[in-house]
């Protein structure tokens, strides 16, 4: 297929194709080729596109297999009682610190009906953030030292420091309870 672009007296721009079979086949696949590589291109930028927003609800399956792709570097475990739930870590210094205090063993109490909240032994890096909207299983730091495990979504205007997120916390209120709880986290 072969374009021919002119300009006509009034300054318009005027196309011409011309169509011979062999080109034709070689320019259609050629722009298929072109078009594939810019679906591909869009869904790998979407995948790794993510810049700490909060995840889309999943469901238990697209949960576990979203585990699975994980490195098991960026994550780590929350057992409550006989529950497990795996933690993805956030790509920041306070969670590479606070990975490194692990296996950790914490009573934490309840606070506002939606967090369990703790002291952490020692402080950890902050680099705060106001994510405006709290999700049923973010993991953050309030300050340098308060490890909160958010188990319910609301809107906030405080600030904290992202540390990570339960993959599936569909049952993670049932699990936390009222109350004071004692949770163990662990990176495997």
Known sequence: MTMHLSISRRGHRQAAIEHSPGRGR??????????GLFVLGGCDAAQSGSSGAPAAPTTSSTAAAAATVQPEES???????ERRFAITLADTEAARAFAAMLPLTIDMP???????????P????TNTIRPGTIRNGDLMLYGSQTLVVFYLTFDSNYSYTR??????PADLAR????GTVRITFSRN
Request: some cysteine; aromatic content about 4%; charged content about 25%.
């Open 26 to 35: 070689w320019a259609m696949r050629a722009l298929s080729l072109v078009c």
């Open 75 to 81: 994550r780590m475990w929350m057992t409550i009682g």
């Open 110 to 120: 309840d606070l506002n009906s939606n967090e369990k909240h703790a002291k952490l």
């Open 122 to 125: 020692k402080a950890l890096p």
């Open 163 to 168: 540390l990570g997120r339960v993959d599936d």
């Open 175 to 178: 699990a936390l309870g009222s």
